[in-house]
């Protein structure tokens, strides 16, 4: 049963999408390989007000930006698509074979089958990172709108950062190693 407080937002629903991704027990036993942690990423935290100011000239943008915000938005949906296979996600997410426990923990959770992405903006921080803006749905319904994120340009693909990834698991207050 969902609670609903003011502004529409439910706390129970918010906080069942944040478990998928908590996984306590499962988590816990991940080894720390000492996994890098990316310095162009951002939390997901609540919609902001201000949007990311891009330098005179568009010098912050990759060389074909429309292609890049396809590629973006096609590999965070495919990376939360519960039908993407562990194997598939690995190469998704930033320095994805580091984090191949996390991601396999997550293929055996029933709730997980419930969460997508809707990736709702991007904008470009550097030529090989990007902000991105995206509702993290449960059962198709937004469980965390405008939740922040970023892509990461690696090996010649956009991917999900790992911080990314990291700030919805800690959103739950679980400590994973690596994150």
């Not at 080894?31 to 201000?50: E, F, I, L, Y």
């Not at 709702?120 to 709108?145: E, M, Q």
Request: charged share 20%; glycine share 12%.
């Amino acid at each position: 049963m969902d609670v609903v407080r003011r502004g529409g937002r439910s706390r129970l629903a918010v906080l069942g999408a944040v478990a998928v991704l908590a996984l306590g027990p499962a988590l816990a036993g991940c080894s720390d390989d000492g996994g890098s942690k990316s310095g162009n990423s951002t939390t997901p935290s609540a919609p902001s007000t201000g949007t990311t100011a891009q330098p005179p000239g568009g010098a912050a943008q990759p060389d074909d930006p429309a292609a890049a915000r396809a590629e973006i938005t096609r590999n965070w949906t495919a990376f939360f698509d519960p039908k993407t296979t562990t194997s598939e996600k690995t190469g998704l997410l930033e320095n994805g074979e580091q984090m191949a426990p996390v991601l396999a923990a997550f293929a055996g959770d029933k709730n997980a089958a419930a969460t997508a992405a809707k990736v709702k903006n991007i904008d470009f921080t550097s030529p090989d990172g990007a902000n991105v803006t995206y509702d993290l749905l449960v059962h198709g319904n937004p469980a965390l709108p405008d939740a922040k994120g970023t892509s990461v340009l690696q090996e010649g693909t956009w991917k999900v950062s790992v911080k990314t990834l990291c700030g919805l698991v800690e959103l739950s207050g679980v400590t994973v190693p690596g994150c």
